[in-house]
């Protein structure tokens, strides 16, 4: 019997209401409350209390954090606005084919346009032609404005993501929405799956081009500004840091087309969750080993930078093989070699709201079989090895990766519930194959 793909958010029916109430209400509030300030206390300790959180809780460090706390600017808003208007053209000028997403729960199929690899080579020559070439301003320029530029953009997108709930409500761009009557579940979560704002996918522009594509431009001026200081080139640590995390960004417009089926996109609505993370915590806190070494540099030796450097490009390979690989065995119905052999499928079925009944391949081998998500951690590890060249005497540089074990096993968590309510019987017979959601014999 094929399973009723419904429109899901975490805030299950079949939750106790004091469950519900804390997940629908009390860590949206939290999260909503907190997450705004860390990502400036995170550039306040590292840009003037050399990267070390202790001093933060000293009466010198409170009085720091006060009077260096970062306001919005006109300035920090007009870098925004031409980064965000260069990404705009870039993605409608750039030639690239036409990607049709998977299928809603409500039976739409979001079209995006593949040119994200061109767009990231172009954003940094462009950035770097500015700068070292034409001279039109320092390469250093994001990291002299970066308090000011996370301020302006924490603010504008607070008010952005209140557009987004009552656009959702009122003018939806799909059948994909909805309200759980909520408004702090609603605002925090989103309600609406797909908005397009004139012809231009939301989540293609700010997720993939504002977010995943400031990434490597904030990065590369840290860098810069690090050996504008030291008068020379950037340090060792600092490359490799760097180096990892643009290999790690390059796979990612590479492999766009897999991130349109990923849950980002797939199942989590656009409201603060989404819309607020890719905006601004993805460049307060997705880059803070290398924010963290502009001011406290730290000098490692050879063999240790190629040892960070080859678990980073392993584990870079290792997450793209396995997202390739359940991606090849659905665009070749299953006709293809895992591993050198046939791969072991279950053919699952569900149907969308409309009634129509679909089917998809679920890989029960490779890195599939292995765990349900075991993909998630070569993407731990690939962080860690951009953390490591930060040396061990602070915990900021490892935030991140702290931060993103516990996304991803919340993630796991989320997804497994999502395919079960998705495709009954059938997800609980590919549960029975692959026992583990993440790491075996441990979760
Ligand atoms: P996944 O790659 O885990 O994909 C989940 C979806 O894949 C499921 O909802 C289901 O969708 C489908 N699926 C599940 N099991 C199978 C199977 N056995 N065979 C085929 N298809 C299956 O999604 P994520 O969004 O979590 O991750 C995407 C990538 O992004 C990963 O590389 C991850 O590491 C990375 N990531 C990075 C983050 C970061 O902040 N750095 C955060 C989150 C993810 P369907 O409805 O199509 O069946």
């Known amino acids: 019997m094929p399973s009723t793909q419904k429109l899901t958010t975490w805030a299950g029916d079949s939750e106790r209401p004091a469950v519900r109430f804390f997940r629908t209400t009390v860590a949206p509030l939290f999260l909503m409350l907190v997450t705004p300030p860390a990502a400036i206390v995170f550039w306040i300790v590292c840009t003037h209390l050399d990267g070390s959180l202790q001093r933060l809780f000293t009466t010198g460090g409170l009085r720091t954090a006060?009077?260096?706390?970062?306001?919005?600017?006109?300035?920090?808003?007009?870098?925004?606005?031409?980064?965000?208007?260069?990404?705009?053209?870039?993605?409608?000028?750039?030639?690239?084919?036409?990607?049709?997403?998977?299928?809603?729960?409500?039976?739409?199929?979001?079209?995006?346009?593949?040119?994200?690899?061109?767009?990231?080579?172009?954003?940094?020559?462009?950035?770097?032609?500015?700068?070292?070439?034409?001279?039109?301003?320092?390469?250093?320029?994001?990291?002299?404005?970066?308090?000011?530029?996370?301020?302006?953009?924490?603010?504008?997108?607070?008010?952005?993501?209140?557009?987004?709930?009552y656009k959702g409500i009122h003018r939806p761009s799909t059948g994909d929405h909805s309200q759980s009557g909520s408004f702090v579940f609603d605002y925090y979560w989103g309600t609406e799956l797909h908005p397009e704002v004139l012809g231009v996918n939301l989540k293609q522009l700010l997720n993939c081009r504002f977010g995943m594509m400031g990434w490597p431009v904030i990065i590369v001026s840290f860098a810069a500004k690090q050996a504008e200081l030291r008068h020379g080139w950037p340090g060792t640590a600092m490359l490799v840091c760097v180096g990892l995390q643009l290999v790690y960004i390059f796979k990612f417009f590479y492999w766009e087309s897999g991130y349109f089926t990923s849950l980002d996109i797939m199942h989590d609505r656009f409201g603060y969750y989404i819309c607020w993370g890719v905006m601004c915590w993805v460049p307060a806190v997705y880059t803070l080993p290398a924010q963290f070494l502009v001011m406290s540099p730290v000098t490692i030796s050879v063999p240790y930078a190629v040892f960070c450097a080859v678990l980073g490009v392993a584990s870079i390979w290792a997450n793209y093989a396995a997202d390739a690989q359940r991606q090849r065995v659905r665009a070749t119905d299953g006709k293809t070699t895992v591993w050198g052999k046939a791969p072991d499928v279950i053919r699952a079925t569900y149907r969308t709201a409309d009634g129509k009944e679909h089917e998809s391949l679920l890989l029960a081998s490779g890195y599939w079989g292995i765990a349900r998500h075991f993909h998630y951690v070569p993407e731990i590890l690939l962080a860690l090895a951009w953390s490591l060249p930060a040396g061990f005497n602070h915990f900021v540089p490892y935030f991140y990766v702290m931060f993103l074990t516990i996304l991803l096993l919340d993630r796991s968590v989320r997804d497994d519930k999502r395919c079960r309510l998705k495709y009954g019987a059938d997800w609980d017979a590919y549960c029975a194959k692959v026992r583990w959601k993440v790491v075996p014999g441990i979760f």
Request: proline fraction near 6%; glycine fraction near 10%; charge should be positive.
């Open 66 to 165: 006060v009077d260096r706390w970062p306001w919005p600017t006109w300035r920090a808003a007009a870098l925004i606005a031409v980064f965000l208007a260069v990404q705009l053209v870039l993605l409608k000028v750039l030639p690239g084919k036409s990607y049709d997403g998977p299928l809603s729960p409500t039976g739409s199929r979001p079209r995006y346009k593949l040119n994200g690899v061109a767009a990231f080579l172009l954003t940094l020559a462009l950035f770097l032609g500015g700068s070292c070439g034409a001279g039109l301003y320092s390469a250093g320029i994001v990291w002299d404005h970066f308090g000011a530029i996370l301020s302006t953009i924490i603010v504008f997108a607070l008010f952005f993501c209140l557009l987004l709930y």
